[in-house]
């Protein structure tokens, strides 16, 4: 689950964006204005597809270039591309 503020969804297409973009199994907005999200029924589900799918929907909102490894190594559930260029 991740929770965003209202101008990131914003800047996302808002919550019917999110909720049609077909990347998560929940979209809610909070009293707020920020949105929660969830992808998957189970943190472990989280891999693959289902993490490209979320990667490719948040990417407008991800600053430029690639992740650099932390402590020298990948991490899991991490896309180690550039939201810029690699989402074309």
Known sequence: ?????ARIADR???VARLRESGA????E????GSVWWRATDRLDD???E???SVF?????????????PYVGREIGRLVYEDPVVDTG
């Open 12 to 14: 996302l297409g808002g």
């Open 24 to 27: 998560f199994k929940e979209v």
């Open 1 to 5: 689950m991740t929770v965003c503020s």
């Open 56 to 68: 490719r929907v948040v990417a407008p909102a991800l600053p430029p270039g690639r992740p650099r």
């Open 46 to 48: 989280y891999t693959g």
């Open 50 to 52: 289902a993490l490209r």
């Open 29 to 32: 907005e909070l009293p707020t």
